[in-house]
């Protein structure tokens, strides 16, 4: 049976690292009762360990492309605490890719899946239960990448620009039921998946102040929302380019390396070292 509490619920998808573990931090502060998933379950109980209150915290370990293990996740934490207040689909992942390169397919799909499907698998057993309630926050993490596409991240460009449209859909379908869906839409935040960009950065956000940031705009119930607010200017400007100038310009932007093009440049590392 669900427990009667007011400390806010908060389920949290991708938060073994990155911004999922900030976010956790901060919810945690608030002394917020959570559910962390991702697929390191050692990274999770590591950070469980660290948190004000620990057993205010359910891990589970599971890959989210998983849709009946999330379904699973999300029937056990509502057992235990009922219907949460903020569901954070925030797992994902991103590859440099190359269509000519067959080796690249698989990349394509996963980062498709785990972008775009599993932020509507995550939400997914949340929705009944919130709108009978008429109550509740879904949250989606996009990318200013999802914008425009890209060079050379053609993946995860396609993956955010997906996600972002299916959060606007949501987000219209649920507000009769009083359900809120707020879009965060990071620029470049320091985070491993950032660190191994070989390319500038600017304006580049610590991972702790994208999550006080990201949760003050959940709070406001904010519709969207770009972190840092210059990158929002910055995406503004972009989508206005006319394609002719944005194609002159982009067509020799620095490109995130491809799965291949990291192994080679590791193992050549390690041959240094």
């Known amino acids: 049976m669900a427990a009667h509490t007011t400390s806010p619920k908060v389920f949290i998808t991708g938060a073994s690292s990155g911004l999922g573990q900030a976010l956790a931090r901060h919810y945690a502060a608030q002394g917020a009762i959570l559910g962390l998933v991702g697929r390191r379950g050692d990274k999770l109980t590591d950070l469980a360990a660290t948190l004000p209150h620990p057993h205010a915290v359910h891990c589970y370990a599971l890959d989210v492309r998983d849709a009946l293990a999330l379904r699973a996740a999300a029937g056990d934490f509502m057992a235990r605490h009922g219907v949460p ?98 879009t965060i839409a990071p620029g470049y935040i320091r985070t491993p998946m950032t660190d191994g960009n070989p390319f500038p950065m600017p304006f580049l956000m610590d991972s702790d102040k994208f999550a006080r940031k990201a949760a003050a705009a959940i709070a406001r119930g904010k519709r969207f929302a770009v972190l840092p607010w210059q990158m929002g200017v910055a995406a503004f400007g972009m989508r206005c380019l006319p394609r002719w100038l944005y194609d002159m310009l982009f067509a020799r932007a620095p490109r995130k390396p491809t799965l291949a093009q990291r192994q080679a440049r590791d193992a050549a590392k390690d041959r240094v070292s």
Not at 98 to 109: K, M, R, S, W
Request: proline share 5%; glycine share 10%; charged share 20%.
């Open 85 to 182: 207040d903020i569901v954070i689909a925030n797992a994902g992942i991103s590859h440099g890719v190359n269509t000519e390169d067959p080796a690249d397919l698989p990349h394509f799909a996963s980062v498709m899946d785990t972008n775009w499907m599993a932020m509507i698998a995550t939400f997914s057993p949340f929705v009944g239960p919130m709108r009978e309630r008429k109550r509740g926050t879904l949250v989606g993490i996009g990318s200013v990448a999802g914008v425009r596409g890209l060079p050379g991240h053609g993946a995860y460009s396609a993956s955010k620009a997906a996600a972002m449209t299916y959060l606007e859909s949501l987000r219209v379908e649920l507000r009769a039921d009083k359900v809120a869906v707020v």
